[in-house]
């Protein structure tokens, strides 16, 4: 089975503050996909990342970069110097690369607030 | 760029009524997917639709639900006879190949009462 934790439900910073947020996954997949989408007050779900198993590589988009970590099953999202547009419900997910299952299977999710 | 669409963007039901849901996806995208998402909770996996025909379904989907694609460019859920736990955000997703990213549409907000 395929589980995705994300332990941090809520976290408020003041902007330009840097913010770490934590996913850690579970599966016996040996490939797999790795998401993070960002939902902000108006509702949408908006696709930031997708990373494959095999790319354990780092990337930076901007402000935002991610860290992969197959060691620890991790899959962080850090923003740098937040700003008020980053204020969102953000869902680390998860899916198989091969195999019968298409599904997303996603976090509880984690509301960030930044404050000016 | 090419986006999903959803209509309508809010939906009031009564408990029992039918309702349908409808998504444009992206033009040259092949794999559809629905989704819900509980007021507060996390975002569930519903239904997985290619070439005419369910690929993959969650405990979630039961009889009461049903997807189509009447024509070449919508994409319809419907629920049969709505439940008061009915109410959800339900989005719709596609994808071109299934390995690919799903991206979704903006969401339908029911509220049956």
């Known amino acids: 089975a395929q589980k995705v934790t994300q332990a941090q439900t809520e976290i408020s910073v003041v902007e330009k503050e840097d913010v770490t947020l934590d996913c850690v996954y579970e599966?016996?997949?040996?490939?797999?996909?790795l998401f993070w989408y960002k939902q902000p007050p108006s509702g949408e779900l908006v696709f930031l990342i997708r990373r494959n198993s095999f790319d354990e590589q780092n990337e930076i988009s901007g402000r935002y970069s991610w860290n992969f970590q197959k060691s620890t099953s991790s899959f962080n999202f850090t923003i740098t110097a937040s700003q008020v547009v980053d204020s969102a419900v953000y869902f680390c997910a998860l899916s198989p690369s091969q195999g019968g299952s298409e599904k997303l299977v996603f976090g509880k999710g984690m509301k960030l607030t930044v404050n000016p | 760029e090419p986006e999903v669409t959803q209509t309508p963007s809010h939906q009031v039901t009564q408990m029992g009524q039918e309702v349908i849901l409808r998504c444009v996806p992206i033009s040259n995208h092949l794999y559809f997917y629905w989704y819900r998402q509980i007021l507060g909770q996390k975002v569930e996996f519903l239904v997985s639709?290619?070439?005419?025909?369910?690929?993959?379904k969650s405990e979630i989907f039961d009889d009461q639900f049903s997807v189509e694609r009447p024509d070449g460019s919508n994409f319809t859920l419907k629920i049969r006879s709505t439940k008061l736990e009915d109410s959800a955000m339900y989005f719709c997703a596609s994808s071109r190949t299934r390995q690919e990213t799903q991206y979704f549409g903006p969401g339908t907000r029911l509220l049956v009462l």
């Open positions: 639709f290619y070439n005419n025909e369910i690929s993959e």
């Open positions: 599966t016996r997949d040996t490939t797999y996909y």
